[in-house]
């Protein structure tokens, strides 16, 4: 089945720092790969998003690559400020080819950012 | 914008009680979903719903029901409460499965003692 492995935290990283976050996903198919953002007390909300290969998401800074050679989406941001300290999710859907089938998150990676 | 509104942000319930978390959302979206949060496991999905009075389980039914009656209405229930499912509860919803955005009420944080 589908399944998205990201790198265990907790991370943390000083003010200005640049940031990765790795995850890469096991699917049948073609789908389509998201980050979801957590902050403090807060649902998750989407922050970016790619629907195919080669696709770059951003948003707030933040970027993405869709690289289907190395099944990866790894979140990258050059230079971090306090305010990103949260929890980041990686998700893929499988794009709806199968249906009715929802996200598959990964077990998630908290970012501690220090002035 | 999309609002997905929870019951309640904190709930402390006995073992053995019945529970009820109410997810409500005003966008008219077809599919809701629960999720439960814990430490080191990450989101995993309970219940999700993609039409009224339509339910499917999802990874971790056991202990848990849903009842959707109304399009808008999606409740998690926990027929006898115990303390291992002392948790974050996360309420979602989306129009379309795939690639749509999924959007996430602020969490119930359920201890049962």
């Known amino acids: 089945g589908n399944s998205v492995t990201q790198m265990e935290g907790p991370v943390t990283l000083s003010e200005e720092a640049f940031l990765t976050i790795n995850c890469t996903y096991t699917a049948t198919g073609y789908p389509s790969l998201f980050w979801y953002v957590q902050y403090p007390g807060e649902g998750l909300q989407l922050l970016l998003k790619?629907?195919?290969?080669?696709d770059k998401g951003s948003n707030k800074g933040f970027e993405a690559t869709y690289r289907k050679e190395t099944t990866s989406f790894h979140l990258e941001k050059g230079s971090v400020q306090v305010s990103d300290s949260a929890v980041y999710f990686c998700?893929?859907?499988?794009?709806?080819?199968?249906?009715?089938?929802?996200?598959?998150f990964g077990k998630g990676t908290r970012l501690s950012v220090i002035a | 914008d999309v609002k997905v509104t929870q019951s309640s942000r904190y709930l402390v319930k006995r073992t053995g009680e019945k529970v009820f978390l109410e997810c409500v959302q005003d966008?008219?979206?077809?599919?809701m979903f629960w999720y439960r949060q814990d430490p080191g496991l990450g989101l995993r999905l309970i219940y999700f719903?993609?039409?009224?009075?339509?339910?499917e389980k999802g990874d971790i039914p056991e202990g848990y029901s849903v009842s959707r009656e109304k399009k808008e209405r999606f409740s998690l229930i926990l027929e006898s409460a115990s303390t291992n499912q002392t948790s974050m509860y996360l309420c979602?919803?989306?129009?379309?499965?795939?690639?749509?955005?999924?959007?996430f009420g602020p969490g119930t944080r359920l201890t049962v003692t």
């Open positions: 966008m008219d979206h077809e599919n």
């Open positions: 719903s993609y039409d009224v009075k339509m339910k």
């Open positions: 998700a893929l859907s499988d794009g709806g080819n199968s249906g009715n089938t929802p996200l598959v």
């Open positions: 979602a919803t989306t129009d379309f499965m795939g690639n749509y955005e999924q959007y």
């Open positions: 790619a629907t195919k290969a080669d």
